[in-house]
């Protein structure tokens, strides 16, 4: 068989005394995929993420909700599901506290458990 590089097909590869070889992990970073719009997958993701409404209660059930906030006092643990409004966009999602009640501001229309943490009463759904 006979070709066109036969004379050179058997040499060493060629190795440069000046510039030492690039490590592996460098070659394959620069086949690595780029990213022409930096930020635009945080973007999509943001925009699909589902928040709740914030649910209204009836008459009735704020009569029964106001009813089990007047039984809360100093000391006492209760669980709270309340509404947390989303910082980005609009909406929220409902979330569970369990604490002891620190006090009841009624002023700030808040109830504050031992570990500082205020759960604004116009945003309870349910007290347990």
Do not use: C
Request: aromatic share 6%.
């Amino acid at each position: 068989m006979s070709g066109p590089y036969d004379d050179i097909i058997d040499l060493p590869h060629p190795t440069s005394e000046r510039h030492p070889r690039m490590p592996m992990a460098n070659r394959a970073a620069q086949f690595s995929p780029f990213a022409a719009l930096s930020g635009y997958d945080d973007a999509v993701k943001e925009t699909a993420r589902l928040t709740d409404g914030k649910i209204e209660l009836t008459e009735e059930e704020k009569a029964n909700l106001d009813a089990r906030l007047q039984l809360l006092e100093p000391g006492i643990a209760a669980s709270f599901t309340y509404f947390q409004p989303d910082s980005r966009k609009q909406g929220g999602a409902y979330v569970t506290a369990s604490g002891e009640v620190k006090r009841i501001d009624g002023i700030a229309r808040e109830i504050i458990l031992m570990d500082g943490r205020r759960i604004p009463i116009d945003d309870i759904l349910e007290v347990g």
